[in-house]
């Protein structure tokens, strides 16, 4: 599901809405920060749980949390800038879960 984000005097699709540009000139969207984020997330829970550390899933059970898609462009950027170069060294190394079709950067990735 694809939200939308009012700006003026209508809605924008929020893969459609440029936050900011990455240290390696990506223009990255609402929806690509946001997915960027959620990957970094699901790499730390399988990488603790494989150490039995269960802390961080067990935060977001017991307090909750909104959701990346849900957070503001402002937020998605500054939460992604802090994470950056974690989240390119995990990428150039292929180690994210998942990729998605958004991913401007994914015909960059190197060959294996």
């Given amino acids: 599901m694809t939200q939308l984000t009012a700006i003026d005097d209508g809605f924008v699709n929020e893969q459609e809405i440029i ?3 990455d240290s390696r000139g990506y223009e990255l969207s609402s929806f690509v ?3 960027r984020l959620t990957q970094m997330d699901c790499h730390d829970m399988v990488v603790n749980a494989q150490y039995k550390d269960y802390s961080y899933i067990g935060e977001i059970l017991g307090r909750g949390f909104r ?3 849900n957070m503001s ?4 950027w500054a939460e992604f800038k802090e994470k950056e170069d974690d989240f390119y060294e995990l990428f150039d190394l292929r180690n994210l879960p998942y990729l998605f079709d958004e991913e401007p950067a994914s015909p960059q990735l190197p060959k294996v």
Avoid: D
């Avoid at 462009?73 to 998605?76: D, K, R, V």
């Fill in 19 to 21: 936050v900011g540009t």
């Fill in 33 to 35: 920060l946001a997915e």
């Fill in 67 to 69: 959701g990346y898609h």
């Fill in 73 to 76: 462009p402002g937020e998605l």
